[in-house]
């Protein structure tokens, strides 16, 4: 049986400034990785791409305000950056 992916675990060492901040990234995060699980069957950020992440801003936000979409936009930012730390870029 597989262990549901962690993304408390992925996101703790790049998560800074306040708890709420810290725990809207962490709901936001979690919530993007469900939805690109559900359209592509993709568990985990490693396996993502960019065309995932591109289309969960421009489609599946579409219908949300700038604000929504400007905070989900910073928790890809904090996502990519998690990801290019792990891989040494």
């Known amino acids: 049986m597989n262990k549901p992916f962690d993304m408390e675990l992925f996101l703790a060492g790049a998560l800074t400034g306040s708890h709420a901040t810290r725990q809207r990234h962490l709901r936001q995060a979690t919530f993007v990785q469900v ?3 559900n359209r592509w069957q993709r568990e985990t950020p490693w396996a993502w ?9 421009e489609h599946r936000l579409d219908r949300h305000s700038r604000m929504t979409r400007y905070y989900y936009f910073l928790t890809v930012q904090l996502l990519v950056r998690r990801l290019q730390k792990n891989m040494g870029v």
């Open 35 to 37: 939805e690109i699980a």
């Open 49 to 57: 791409k960019r065309k995932h992440l591109a289309w969960f801003l």
